[in-house]
C-alpha cells in the first residue's frame, strides 16, 4: 500500500510537474495551461486506465477530485518557486 502511494506521488503526478515547469519557466500563462491539459488528461484517461489495470485504486477520490487537487497543487508550486526566486533575489543584494 506505501509503495503504490509513493508511485502515485513520486510518479506521474510530479514527473508532468517538473518537466512542465522546465519547459514554460517564466511564462505563467502557458505553464497553466500545459499543466491543465495534462493533468485532464491524467486525470480523465490514464487514472482510469492505471485504476482498471490494477496499478492503484483510489477510494476517495474521483477522476474530478484529483484533477481539482493536481492543477492547485501546480499553482501552488509555481507561486511557491517565484516566492523562493523572491527571497533569494533580495537577499543576493
Avoid at 505553464?31 to 487514472?47: G, Q, T
Avoid at 477522476?63 to 526566486?85: D, H, P, R, V, W
Wanted: some cysteine; overall charge positive; proline content about 2%.
Amino acid at each position: 500500500m506505501v509503495f503504490d502511494a509513493l508511485a502515485f506521488i513520486f510518479g506521474p503526478f510530479f514527473t508532468i510537474n517538473l518537466w512542465v515547469f522546465h519547459f514554460t519557466y517564466g511564462k505563467f500563462s502557458l505553464y497553466a495551461l500545459c499543466n491543465f491539459m495534462m493533468d485532464v488528461v491524467f486525470s480523465y484517461v490514464f487514472n482510469p486506465m492505471f485504476q482498471k489495470i490494477g496499478h492503484y485504486k483510489l477510494k476517495k477520490f474521483n477522476s474530478t477530485t484529483l484533477f481539482c487537487i493536481s492543477f492547485s497543487l501546480a499553482l501552488l508550486n509555481y507561486g511557491f518557486q517565484k516566492l523562493m526566486e523572491r527571497t533569494n533575489s533580495s537577499d543576493s543584494i
